[in-house]
């Protein structure tokens, strides 16, 4: 079983930043794609951005050249940089990984989300 903690999330006032993590445990074989997604209060769940294996990264129109996704694969951990933010970034963010487990099984696992408020 695959399991994601995040961390990070908080009380920010637009214009700051936040770090969050998530570190990913339990039966890991290797993880190919993590990603971070969002959920706003009456919305539904977007994505934010992707991290691949090989380094390709991806991301939100809104969120491009704001926020910067990362990962250590070495100690299985994920991370978001968010810079300049905004009070449209308020939400619960999730992040999430798949990959195989040593039985060579897909996974697909999830975070339990952390919020993240920017206000005055």
């Known amino acids: 079983q695959v399991r994601l903690v995040e961390s990070g999330g908080g009380l920010v006032q637009p214009g700051g930043s936040l770090t969050l993590s998530c570190s990913a445990s339990g039966s890991i074989r290797i993880i190919t794609t993590t990603g971070w997604y969002r959920q706003a209060p009456g919305k539904q769940r977007e994505l934010v951005a992707t991290?691949?294996?090989?380094?390709?990264?991806k991301y939100q129109d809104s969120v491009r050249g704001r926020f910067t996704a990362s990962r250590d694969n070495a100690k299985k951990t994920l991370f978001l940089q968010m810079n300049s933010l905004k009070p449209e970034d308020t939400a619960v963010y999730y992040c999430?990984?798949?990959?195989?487990?040593?039985?060579?099984?897909?996974?697909?696992?999830w975070g339990q989300g952390t919020l993240v408020t920017v206000s005055s």
């Open positions: 999430n990984a798949v990959g195989l487990d040593n039985d060579s099984t897909d996974f697909n696992a």
């Open positions: 991290v691949h294996l090989v380094g390709i990264k």
